[in-house]
């Protein structure tokens, strides 16, 4: 059976309820943020408290072991800044 893809959330009308079972990898919802998170590496003590605490689950350690969020699925909410104990990541409006 050939697998159907999804429309992206913009395409829904208002109202409407999805009836089959999705996720937001598939649905990338990253576009919903005004905010992102700009990580200063000198202030970063790559103990990853960010990615504990991303509710989204988008942020991963890279192989220089900073944590950075991957904004196709980040939705700039803020809570890594908030969590963040040196203060390392500041949300600041994002240029398109």
Known sequence: MAKKSLCAWQDLALGAAILA???????KT???????????????????MCELYCPE???????????RPNFAYC????????????QAIAMVMEEK
């Open 21 to 27: 079972p999705g996720s937001a990898a598939k649905l």
């Open 30 to 48: 990253g576009d919903w943020r005004t905010l992102i998170p700009r990580l200063d590496e000198d202030k970063c003590i790559k103990c990853g």
């Open 57 to 67: 689950f988008c942020i991963s350690e890279g192989k220089d072991g900073f944590f």
């Open 75 to 86: 939705k700039g909410c803020g809570i890594c800044a908030n969590e963040c104990p040196k």
